[in-house]
Each structure stands twice: as C-alpha cells, then as structure tokens.
C-alpha cells in the first residue's frame, strides 16, 4: 500500500516512494531535517535516553557438594525478583553425593546428576573450574578453567569448598594410599577398577580409620567383594564413640562379613604393598584404603582468613569469616566460633545441607536490609551402612548420643537410604528442607549470660 503524495510537506514525503518525489522534495526533506535535528540537540543533551541502574551484586559460591549447591537453588529463589548475579563454581560438571562413594567404589551404579542442567532452571551461571587462588583484599578470585587461568571478581563470596582426606600426616599415604575421593589416580573411581582384580586372585585390602567412613568402607568392600581379606585398623576402640550397644553390634555386622578388626592400634606408615603399625608390625596388603582424617582445603589459610587447625574458616552465628566479613564459609570448610545448640558440629552431609539452608537464609536477609538469625540446630538421627542392604540406624537427640531403639539390617538400610535421598532432593528443592532446634542457640545464650552473671554476683555475696 503506497501512502498518498499529494501534500508536500515533508514529514510525508519521507513516507512516499522515491519514485513520486522530485529533486524539489528532496531538498525540502533534507533541510527539514538539519532543522529538526538541531532543533532538538539541546534537549537531547539534557535528558539520558538509558535509563541508569545499579549494578549487580555479585555473589560467587565456590564448590557445589550439599551446601554449595543447596545454598545456590535456595537463594537463587529468594533473590529472584533482586539486581542478583549469582554464578557457581566447581571442579566437576556433576554433583556427588559422598554417602555413596563407597558403593561407587565397589562398582554398584550410582547416578551422578548434570549441575548445569539443574541450575539453568534457576537462572544460576555455571562455571566449571578449580579454585587456585583467592585475594579477599581485591574481592576476586583466581580459576583454572581448562587450559587457561582467569580471575573472577565478587560483592560476596561462599566458600564451600569442603573436606578432603588427609594426606599429609602419615608417610605415605600421599604417594600410596587410596581415598574416597570422587576423582584421581587414587581415587573413588580407581578402586572401582582396581578392586575386581584384587578379587580376582584373593588379595588383601587394609582399611585405616575407624570412624563412620572407614566403618561403611570396609563392609562395603568385604560384601560386594568376598573373597578380598579386609582388615580394619583403627586407632581407638571399635565405634565406642557411638556407645557401647552401637559399637558392639556394628563389630557383629563386620565379623559376619568376614572384616578382621585390629583397634587401639595406629598406622604410622603406608607403603606399596603393606602398612606400618605403632606396634612395630607390617600388614601386608595389595592397597591400602585411608579414611582417617578429615581436613579443609588449604586455600583460606593461603589467602590470609581466620582459620582453625583443620584450615576451616571460622565463622560467626551468621556464617561470615570474622575477619572477613564479606566472605561466608558453610558445610566442612566451616568452623562456627559460637555453639549453635550441638556438643560439637561434625563434619557430614547433614550439618553441611543444614548451613547451606541457614547461609542461603542469612544472606538473602543481608541483602533486604534485614537482621540474619543466629545459626542454630539440633542432630535427631544416624545411619551407618554395614554392607549391601544392612545398616544401623538410631535416634541422637537432643544430645548427639545415641538413643535406643536401634533399627538393623533391612529397616535400618531403608532408614539411611530414604535419609540420603532426602538430602539430594533438599539440593534441588531447597524450600522442603527444614531443621529443627532453632531456638537452641539463643537459650544457650541466655544460659551463658545467666552463669557469668552468677558469678560476677558471688563475690559481692563473700
């Protein structure tokens, strides 16, 4: 459809086809514009055409076990209408669940989920890489991300790099022992190919710690591979940390299996084919399993943060570094200065899902200008898996104790499984996850408060 040319005044010429408009018109129509553009320079000038917006906060959480990933999808929807950028960091395009390391390790099948996938449901940046420096002076850190270094800057960062075996204590373990780690030359994902074999000519296996991990360890690997003589080392008395009904039935559960126990007695040494014990004997071995010992990641400690002997970052009831306040630290890799309700905050799934939620909570209460509350909670259960389809499973409320009923073999199984799926679930949908004892740190305060006062009002009494 061609607009009608009959009127000459310029606006409509612009609309006609070049056909219709003589060398007349054109001239009109250029000096037409001259005129108009510089009619309206000045008010151009005056006014932004883009409107100005705030930059985003820039929130960077390093590591995705169950409290990097957890705190990521939980805040991600509480910051979602918010000027927020938030990325995620991690070694591994997957997330791994550690309760299932061992069963990866005695090659049962595993799924390991895509965290790009999960989080592109949320609108979280994904970034795989490994962390090789942080500058909390310059807010940035350094990542190694395939062939090439980089650095990443941020508002906030979460620190939630976790634990990692101790490899440094003990000669040889470095250069000869195995771990649970997910990944690596000695890794998870190694015995899995390394045990058959093993199997194959009846060799030898030493497991060395004798806490939930090592215990879960070697029953897996005497169940799924029973011809493998398994010895456990263990430098305190069998799980009497657990109590002494749970301690003697879990040594029943491993006997059964075949498990030789050899506790009150340390490694002092790994070698390539045996282990040196502080009684002065060799135990001889086609691996050695290590499981005793728990550390963080030395890179807080490198970059100047208060850190603990275990290079945890100690952190304030709000999960911030108390010397860097920008920074929060959750699951392993935290240490809480003040105590949050519990005897002692372990290291494990459970207390990691539970700061994931709680940091994702503080912080999202920072950035609305509100006051985050105290960490505080409570353990109301255990499992410990005993080998395929057997585990132990009890009650440790309000004190970390264990608390009779135990539940055994099938319904004590079920009762860790269906704990373990929840956990992974909670990663994916945050808002179902909750915790109890969130009172406990404010009346141990009021406890506290109430001693000091007693005391201050003794001596006033003499």
């Not at 169950?66 to 918010?82: D, E, H, I």
């Not at 190694?144 to 003990?170: I, N, P």
């Not at 353990?379 to 309000?398: E, S, T, V, W």
Request: hydrophobic residues 40%; aromatic residues 8%; charged residues 20%.
């Amino acid at each position: 459809m061609q607009i009608g040319c009959h009127k000459r005044d310029p606006l409509t010429l612009l609309l006609c086809d070049d056909h219709s408009v003589d060398d007349q018109d054109k001239v009109s129509i250029n000096v037409w514009s001259i005129h108009m553009f510089k009619s309206n320079a000045p008010a151009f000038d005056n006014r932004s055409t883009v409107q100005e917006t705030q930059p985003s906060t820039r929130i960077l959480v390093i590591g995705a076990g169950y409290a990097g990933l957890l705190f990521t999808m939980r805040l991600a929807g509480k910051v979602a209408s918010q000027n927020v950028h938030l990325t995620l960091v991690n070694e591994s395009d997957t997330f791994t669940e550690r309760p299932r390391l061992h069963q990866f390790a005695t090659n049962q099948e595993v799924q390991w989920r895509s965290l790009p996938q999960m989080l592109s449901r949320k609108n979280i940046q994904f970034i795989q890489g490994r962390v090789i420096g942080l500058d909390p002076i310059q807010r940035k850190i350094m990542l190694e991300e395939q062939q090439y270094t980089h650095q990443l800057e941020y508002d906030y960062l979460v620190y939630a790099l976790g634990s990692e075996t101790d490899r440094k204590t003990v000669p040889g373990v470095a250069q000869y022992a195995y771990t649970l780690a997910a990944r690596g030359p000695l890794s998870a994902a190694a015995l899995r190919e390394t045990l058959p074999s093993i199997e194959a000519r009846g060799g030898q296996v030493v497991v060395a710690g004798g806490g939930a991990t090592g215990i879960e360890t070697a029953a897996e690997v005497a169940s799924a591979y029973p011809h493998i003589k398994v010895r456990l080392v263990t430098r305190e008395p069998l799980a009497l940390f657990l109590g002494k009904s749970v301690a003697s039935s879990i040594r029943s559960s491993l006997q059964l299996l075949g498990v030789e126990i050899i506790d009150q007695t340390s490694v002092t040494a790994v070698r390539a084919q045996s282990v040196v014990t502080d009684q002065g004997g060799k135990l001889a071995c086609d691996l050695c399993l290590w499981t005793g010992g728990f550390v963080a990641p030395s890179l807080a400690r490198e970059a100047g943060l208060a850190v603990n002997e275990r290079n945890q970052i100690v952190v304030d009831p709000f999960l911030r570094s108390i010397s860097h306040p920008e920074i929060y630290a959750i699951g392993d890799a935290a240490h809480p200065r003040e105590n949050p309700g519990v005897p002692m905050v372990r290291m494990s799934a459970v207390t990691a899902t539970i700061m994931g939620a709680h940091g994702a909570d503080c912080l999202s209460a920072t950035l609305r200008g509100k006051t985050p509350r105290p960490l505080s909670f409570a353990y109301i259960g255990q499992g410990i898996a005993l080998g395929r389809h057997n585990a132990i499973g009890f009650n440790n409320y309000p004190d970390d104790k264990p608390i009779p009923p135990y539940f055994t073999g099938w319904l004590g199984y079920l009762i860790r499984e269906g704990f373990v799926r929840y956990l992974a679930i909670a990663t994916q949908r945050p808002g179902i996850f909750v915790w109890i004892g969130k009172r406990r740190y404010e009346r141990a305060q009021s406890r506290q408060q109430a001693m000091e006062q007693k005391k201050q009002m003794q001596p006033h009494q003499a």
